[in-house]
Protein backbone atom coordinates (compact mmCIF):
# COMPACT_ATOMS: atom_id res chain seq x y z
CA UNK A 1 0.00 0.00 0.00
CA UNK A 2 1.18 3.12 -1.18
CA UNK A 3 0.36 6.39 1.01
CA UNK A 4 -0.15 8.31 -1.86
CA UNK A 5 -3.80 8.75 -1.10
CA UNK A 6 -3.39 10.02 2.45
CA UNK A 7 -0.94 12.93 1.75
CA UNK A 8 -2.11 15.97 3.57
CA UNK A 9 -1.40 18.43 0.46
CA UNK A 10 -2.58 21.86 1.84
CA UNK A 11 -0.47 22.06 4.91
CA UNK A 12 -0.37 25.05 6.91
CA UNK A 13 2.89 27.09 7.58
CA UNK A 14 4.55 29.26 9.86
CA UNK A 15 7.45 31.07 9.51
CA UNK A 16 10.60 30.04 11.60
CA UNK A 17 10.80 33.72 13.32
CA UNK A 18 7.07 33.80 14.27
CA UNK A 19 6.13 32.63 18.24
CA UNK A 20 5.30 29.44 19.30
CA UNK A 21 1.95 31.13 19.98
CA UNK A 22 1.35 32.17 16.63
CA UNK A 23 1.73 28.54 16.17
CA UNK A 24 -0.67 27.10 18.68
CA UNK A 25 -3.28 29.39 17.91
CA UNK A 26 -3.08 28.47 14.16
CA UNK A 27 -3.39 24.67 15.14
CA UNK A 28 -6.03 25.27 17.43
CA UNK A 29 -7.56 27.31 15.13
CA UNK A 30 -7.29 24.91 12.64
CA UNK A 31 -7.65 21.85 14.55
CA UNK A 32 -4.28 20.25 13.27
CA UNK A 33 -1.50 18.24 15.21
CA UNK A 34 1.18 20.33 13.63
CA UNK A 35 2.16 22.96 11.06
CA UNK A 36 5.36 23.27 8.96
CA UNK A 37 7.84 25.56 10.18
CA UNK A 38 9.44 27.25 6.90
CA UNK A 39 12.87 29.26 6.28
CA UNK A 40 13.64 31.02 3.22
CA UNK A 41 15.32 28.11 1.80
CA UNK A 42 12.04 26.05 2.20
CA UNK A 43 10.47 23.68 4.89
CA UNK A 44 12.75 23.86 8.17
CA UNK A 45 10.94 21.42 9.96
CA UNK A 46 7.51 20.57 11.86
CA UNK A 47 5.81 22.33 14.55
CA UNK A 48 4.14 19.40 16.37
CA UNK A 49 1.84 19.58 19.94
CA UNK A 50 4.36 17.10 21.47
CA UNK A 51 7.07 19.85 20.98
CA UNK A 52 4.77 22.52 22.17
CA UNK A 53 4.26 20.27 25.36
CA UNK A 54 7.77 18.97 25.56
CA UNK A 55 10.01 21.73 24.23
CA UNK A 56 8.13 24.35 25.34
CA UNK A 57 5.60 24.15 28.20
CA UNK A 58 7.69 20.92 29.95
CA UNK A 59 10.65 23.20 30.17
CA UNK A 60 8.96 26.22 31.17
CA UNK A 61 9.31 29.04 28.21
CA UNK A 62 6.77 31.67 27.41
CA UNK A 63 5.10 30.61 24.20
CA UNK A 64 4.67 34.13 23.40
CA UNK A 65 8.87 34.60 23.80
CA UNK A 66 9.84 31.57 21.99
CA UNK A 67 10.35 31.80 18.21
CA UNK A 68 9.01 28.41 16.71
CA UNK A 69 11.89 27.70 14.79
CA UNK A 70 14.01 27.19 17.71
CA UNK A 71 12.08 24.32 19.14
CA UNK A 72 10.94 22.63 15.70
CA UNK A 73 11.61 19.20 14.81
CA UNK A 74 14.07 19.01 12.68
CA UNK A 75 15.38 18.17 10.43
CA UNK A 76 12.08 16.65 9.53
CA UNK A 77 12.01 12.65 8.61
CA UNK A 78 10.96 13.02 4.86
CA UNK A 79 9.64 9.91 2.76
CA UNK A 80 8.69 10.32 -1.14
CA UNK A 81 5.09 9.84 -2.52
CA UNK A 82 5.29 6.36 -3.65
CA UNK A 83 6.65 5.20 -0.34
CA UNK A 84 4.53 2.35 1.25
CA UNK A 85 2.79 2.10 4.34
CA UNK A 86 5.14 -0.28 6.66
CA UNK A 87 8.31 2.13 5.66
CA UNK A 88 6.36 5.26 6.89
CA UNK A 89 5.55 3.38 10.34
CA UNK A 90 9.19 1.76 10.14
CA UNK A 91 10.49 5.70 9.92
CA UNK A 92 8.42 6.86 12.53
CA UNK A 93 9.16 4.15 15.07
CA UNK A 94 12.66 4.98 14.57
CA UNK A 95 12.71 8.70 14.98
CA UNK A 96 9.90 8.75 17.68
CA UNK A 97 8.00 10.61 15.44
CA UNK A 98 3.94 10.97 14.36
CA UNK A 99 4.14 13.00 11.00
CA UNK A 100 6.31 12.35 7.69
CA UNK A 101 7.06 15.30 5.87
CA UNK A 102 6.29 14.11 1.87
CA UNK A 103 8.54 15.06 -0.71
CA UNK A 104 8.69 14.75 -4.68
CA UNK A 105 12.52 15.62 -5.52
CA UNK A 106 13.17 18.53 -4.22
CA UNK A 107 9.51 19.51 -3.85
CA UNK A 108 7.21 20.06 -0.55
CA UNK A 109 4.67 17.89 -1.40
CA UNK A 110 2.78 17.70 2.41
CA UNK A 111 2.57 15.70 5.22
CA UNK A 112 1.22 12.15 6.54
CA UNK A 113 0.90 11.50 9.77
CA UNK A 114 0.60 8.31 12.17
CA UNK A 115 -3.15 8.90 11.96
CA UNK A 116 -3.33 8.94 8.62
CA UNK A 117 -0.95 5.43 7.83
CA UNK A 118 -3.99 3.48 10.58
CA UNK A 119 -6.82 4.95 8.09
CA UNK A 120 -4.96 3.21 5.49
CA UNK A 121 -4.85 0.20 6.54
CA UNK A 122 -8.19 0.09 8.18
CA UNK A 123 -9.91 0.97 4.40
CA UNK A 124 -7.36 -1.86 3.24
CA UNK A 125 -8.50 -4.53 5.40
CA UNK A 126 -12.10 -3.38 5.34
CA UNK A 127 -12.22 -3.78 1.12
CA UNK A 128 -10.25 -7.24 1.81
CA UNK A 129 -13.01 -8.38 4.07
CA UNK A 130 -15.77 -7.23 1.74
CA UNK A 131 -14.09 -9.06 -0.65
CA UNK A 132 -14.30 -12.53 1.61
CA UNK A 133 -17.85 -12.24 2.25
CA UNK A 134 -18.52 -11.56 -1.45
CA UNK A 135 -16.19 -14.58 -2.43
CA UNK A 136 -17.82 -16.79 0.60
CA UNK A 137 -21.20 -15.83 -0.10
CA UNK A 138 -21.29 -16.24 -4.26
Known amino acids: MIITSQIQRNVATIDENSSVLDAAKQMATRYIGSIAVTSAYGIKGLFTE ?58 FIGIVSLRDMVALMLDEKEHLIARLKEYITS
Open 50 to 107: RDLMMRVIGEGLDPAGVKVGDVTSQPPVAVKPDADVERCLDLMKENRCRHLVVFDGET
